[in-house]
């Protein structure tokens, strides 16, 4: 049987990741995952995170099964937490789910579920595995345009793009700091895709990956919160990793919101159906470290504020990094730069000289531009700008304003 199995494809991050770990240049600098890090290279536990896990410990509880949905009081917490209290909260049900992937699989195989063959549209350029999940769910994908040629948010083009999309068509949309590109819409774009929303059908499925590391909890919410209170229906996938730092405690929710309680009554059952097939039920530990933290106040005060203090790092970095450039004569492309916000930027630099970024310079980021701007130490920020500059240098024409 298995000489029959054909080569399948290599993830291109983690195949990035391998080849880095093979290159024994002492300067070598790894961009590629999207995996917070201080000024030493590591990844922290977060000092709110440290102390739940010392109280969870301390009232030994069971490995018992916590049930198909996971655990309530976490659920409770990210309806709390992203909906507000009332309001779309009241026609809302939630399910743990196996980080943000599986809430993003568990909500797309409720659609295929609900409508099978229905439409998803990405945005183009989109998270590397929204297309295969969406897919390996049985989804037919459509893409938008999301940056112009400069760059900046295509916004005349994202509207005349989801303005083709037919009633009960699914929207993915980033709720912040998209990734790969870093570029979000404006207020004002948000509107006029809530508009658009309710005036042609379609439902927005919403992807929170990187809230409070944008601009503040309250701004990076503000979008999916606008939303949900305007469309009848809403998904929305919830990642648990980068904001809590709980990337292999493998933390997620998934969110689905009705037109009215009554319009929920399967809803949660039909997730839990779902859960079931795919991983059975979601690992407890991180449930509960997320859940102990957000239910005290002085854990959730001092989370906030370890939040805050990631988010001015990362905001450090990435002005750092366009100063830098402009001083060496990149001042346009510093500016693009400078406009981007969470924890991913897409460098002005085509594959090819991702390539040569990669072979010359020990400095690893995707093909197709992505970098990890909260994976660079600060001392090493001149070293990525030089780099980038010589690249920029030697073939600028070539040079792709990827925002």
Not at 43 to 62: D, N
Not at 315 to 339: T, Y
Not at 360 to 378: H, Q, V
């Amino acid at each position: 049987m298995l000489e029959l199995l054909l080569p399948p494809p290599v993830d291109p991050l983690w195949d990035l990741t391998e080849a880095y770990g093979a290159d024994v240049r002492p300067e070598r600098l790894n961009l590629v995952l999207g995996v917070y890090r201080d000024d030493t290279g590591g990844t922290p536990v977060m000092a709110a995170v440290r102390e739940a896990e010392i109280r969870l410990a301390e009232r030994s509880f069971s490995k018992e099964y916590r049930g198909l949905s996971g655990n309530l009081a976490f659920n409770h917490a990210m309806l709390s937490m992203v909906l507000g209290e009332g309001g779309a909260a009241e026609r809302a049900v939630a399910v743990q789910t196996v980080a943000g992937s599986g809430a993003l699989r568990l909500l797309a195989d409720l659609v295929c579920r609900t409508r099978p063959g229905t439409t998803v549209w990405i945005s183009d350029p989109a998270y590397v595995n929204h297309r295969p999940i969406l897919e390996a769910a049985g989804l037919t994908v459509r893409t938008y345009a999301w940056l112009d040629a400069e760059g900046r948010p295509d916004t005349e083009g994202l509207l005349r793009d989801l303005g083709q999309a037919r009633r009960d068509d699914v929207v993915l949309l980033q709720g912040c700091c998209h990734n790969p590109t870093g570029v979000d819409p404006t207020p004002e774009t948000w509107q006029a895709l809530a508009d658009l929303a309710v005036q042609v059908g379609w439902v927005p499925f919403v992807d929170l990956a990187y809230h409070g590391l944008g601009d503040g909890l309250e701004a990076d919410l503000a979008a999916t919160r606008m939303l949900a209170e305007r469309v009848p229906e809403m998904l929305v996938a919830i990642s648990c990793s980068k904001n809590f730092g709980l990337y292999a405690d493998r933390t997620g929710c998934a969110i689905v919101i009705g037109s009215s309680r009554q319009s929920l009554r399967h809803v949660e059952t039909a997730l839990q159906n779902a859960a079931r097939t795919l991983y059975s039920m979601p690992p407890e530990h991180g449930a509960a470290v997320v859940a102990t933290v957000l239910e005290d106040d002085g854990l959730r005060a001092l989370w906030r504020a370890e939040l805050d203090e990631m988010r001015g790092r990362i905001e450090a970095n990435r002005s750092g990094l366009a100063r830098q450039l402009a001083s060496l004569g990149w001042a346009d492309r510093a500016a693009s730069l400078a406009r981007q916000k969470g924890m991913f930027s897409m460098l002005p630099l085509s594959p090819h000289q991702m390539l040569r970024l990669r072979n010359g310079f020990a400095i690893y980021g995707t093909t197709a531009g992505r970098i990890n701007i909260a994976g660079i130490p600060a001392d090493r920020i001149p070293c990525l700008a030089n780099g980038i500059a010589a690249v920029l240098a030697e073939q600028p024409e070539s040079a792709v304003h990827a925002g």
